[in-house]
T-cell receptor, first 112, second 108 residues
């Protein structure tokens, strides 16, 4: 079955470390997205990519970086510049405008 | 500016007590309004897409409707397993604009 796989499910980061969250899809979707979700809050867009080798900043891109070298993969790096990284991170993909998103199961990142 | 507002923030119902969740929106050109369900610690799960005023879609105990200014998610005779956060999103300029969600709790 097609879908989106996020890994790991739980991730712990020490102060000053960079960490990378994995997102892989086998739906043949062109567009991919990264969201951050904090308790009691809605989804906030970090980065999105509509095509391979191209991506755009979302509303809260500071302290994050991404790459899109393959259609299937859209990893997110949380850098040490992100001062409050503890959150639930969701990856999604879509066929394009007018279509809904398919979400992964999320990665919960905690700073220790 | 395109916007989405959901109400209420939380809704507690007894099992079997029907009700509706609201999603108000403003958009320059509607390309789709989406409803999702999210369980704690999981990614949102797609429920419905609505594209034009007057459109309705149903799935089990859920029915989504759309007017030019708002969408309703009607839940009929809910069961405890319908407890979740329901999210509404608007298609705007190659990305979705999300409401903050309504947390629905169904008590047995």
């Amino acid at each position: 079955d097609g879908g989106i796989t996020q890994s790991p499910k739980y991730l712990f980061r020490k102060e000053g470390q960079n960490v990378t969250l994995s997102c892989e899809q086998n739906l043949n979707h062109d567009a991919m997205y990264w969201y951050r979700q904090d308790p009691g809050q809605g989804l906030r867009l970090i980065y999105y990519s509509q095509i391979v080798n191209d991506f755009q900043k979302g509303d809260i891109a500071e302290g994050y970086s991404v790459s899109r070298e393959k259609k299937e993969s859209f990893p997110l790096t949380v850098t040490s510049a992100q001062k409050n990284p503890t959150a639930f991170y969701l990856c999604a993909s879509s066929k394009g405008q007018g279509y809904g998103y398919t979400f992964g199961s999320g990665t919960r990142l905690t700073v220790v | 500016e395109d916007q989405v507002t959901q109400s209420p923030e939380a809704l507690r119902l007894q099992e079997g007590e029907s009700s509706s969740l609201n999603c108000s929106y403003t958009v320059s050109g509607l390309r789709g309004l989406f409803w999702y369900r999210q369980d704690p610690g999981k990614g949102p799960e797609f429920l419905f897409t609505l594209y034009s005023a007057g459109e309705e879609k149903e799935k089990e105990r859920l029915k989504a409707t759309l007017t030019k200014k708002e969408s309703f998610l009607h839940i009929t005779a809910p069961k405890p397993e319908d407890s979740a956060t329901y999210l509404c999103a608007l298609d705007s300029n190659y990305q979705l604009i999300w409401g903050a969600g309504t947390k629905l709790i169904i008590k047995p």
